[in-house]
C-alpha cells in the first residue's frame, strides 16, 4: 500500500487548503482512513477520521466546523478540506490507512499501519 499525500502550502490566516491523499495497491474501500498531523516539536495527533463507507466522520475539538474529511472510493481518494485557518494549524499532516470494514472512525495512531509521506501546511498570521 502506497498514500501520496498533496495539496499543503504556506497560506494566511483565515484562509483555505484541500490536502488529497492517493492511495494504491490495494482497493481504497478496505481501508478506514484519517489525518493526523504533527507541529514542531510536539507528538503527532489525530485530526479527522473517516469510516471505509464515508458515512461516519469524526474530528478534533480543535479543527471542528473548520475542517470536513471526504472520500472518494472511485477514484481512491482521501481529502480534508481546511477552511478559517489559524497559526496553530501550522504541522506536517499525514494521511493514514488501516483495514478496517465497520462504520466507525478509528482516533488511534497506534492502530494505523500504512502511512503518507506528509505536506506541510504553514499558516501566518
Known amino acids: 500500500v502506497q498514500l501520496q499525500a498533496s495539496g499543503g502550502g504556506l497560506v494566511q490566516a483565515g484562509s483555505s487548503l484541500r490536502l488529497s491523499c492517493e492511495l494504491s495497491?490495494?482497493?481504497?474501500?478496505?481501508?478506514?482512513m484519517a489525518w493526523f498531523r504533527q507541529a514542531p516539536g510536539k507528538e503527532r495527533e489525530f485530526v479527522s477520521g473517516?469510516?471505509?463507507?464515508?458515512?461516519?466522520?469524526s474530528h478534533a475539538d480543535s479543527v471542528k466546523g473548520r475542517f470536513t474529511i471526504s472520500r472518494d472510493n472511485a477514484n481512491n481518494t482521501l481529502y480534508l478540506q481546511m477552511t478559517s485557518l489559524k497559526p496553530e494549524d501550522t504541522a506536517a499532516y499525514y494521511c493514514a490507512a488501516m483495514p478496517w470494514r465497520r462504520d466507525e472512525v478509528v482516533t488511534s495512531r497506534g492502530l494505523y499501519n500504512h502511512w503518507g509521506q506528509g505536506t506541510l501546511v504553514t499558516v501566518s498570521s
Open positions: 495497491g490495494r482497493p481504497f474501500s478496505m481501508f478506514a
Open positions: 473517516i469510516s471505509w463507507s464515508g458515512s461516519t466522520s
